[in-house]
């Protein structure tokens, strides 16, 4: 029997999990998923995310993989996974990966978009998907404030404790690239606006710390300027709040490719699956 390494892209409303990661009392993106896999497997199953989203966050475009001796083909994974899991976790796509790829070690990057509402009042639809920052906004501040971390930079000012093994003095330490740091306003509505990020790479509410602080610098408390300070300081009691989890969404994740041009022509290349 051949072992093959099967991966799926995954869509998921947070909002009733404690986060990805399989925990022993609380349920959880990754056991739901595996549950599901070894039902249909007969077997047990440990299925790799590209990521560990926190309790309450979303995604459309989790990868995760998973290795297994079923014969049971893609599009059988695809149909059988989707008729038994919760209508708020769905998969996208199943195919069968190279043996030695995995979803966590081989990203190279990754998409997050996070919403806001700043309008007085909130529609009930949108409030388990958007924070709501009620109040004067100033865009321009934020926007300028935004080009202070684009590129690489120490973003211990907005690193949460237990981000990683501060012990360990290999590695890159709180250093991140960050190709794409913007905003934008939606058509449908003056009051809704997103953040995306495109990065090499996250730490531990890394998003939702920035932009709890550049929420901040929008409602005119700090200047962009005082927000490039504080990137500086790498000190994360100089930074502003945690934004709330439900306004964070795990866009894409990125892997090598020869064919699609990175977000940044300096940076690597990278394609969604």
Known sequence: MTRRNIRLLIAYDGNNYSGWQRQKNAPTIQATIEDSLEVMTNGDVTLNGAGRTDAGVHAVGMVANFTTFSTIQCNGFLNGLNSILPKDIRVLNVDEARSDFHSRYNATGKTYRYTIFTGTIQLPTERLYS??????????AVSQALNHIKG??????????????????????????????????????????????TGDGFLRHMVRNLVGT???????????????????????????????????????VYYKSLHRKSPDPKGPVLVAP
Not at 131 to 140: E, T
Not at 219 to 234: G, R
């Open 152 to 197: 690489t930079h120490d973003f211990t000012s907005f690193e949460a404790s237990g981000s990683r093994d501060l012990s360990l003095k290999s590695g890159r330490g709180a250093v991140r690239t960050l190709f794409q740091a913007d905003i934008f306003p939606h058509a449908h509505n003056n009051d809704t606006w997103t953040f995306s990020f």
């Open 214 to 252: 550049l929420m901040e610098a929008g409602s005119n408390k700090i200047s962009p300027v005082q927000f490039k300070d504080i990137l500086h300081k790498l000190d994360r009691d100089n930074a502003g709040p945690t934004a709330p989890a439900h306004g964070l969404v795990l866009d894409k």
């Open 131 to 140: 924070a709501h920052y009620q109040g004067h906004f100033d865009n321009k």
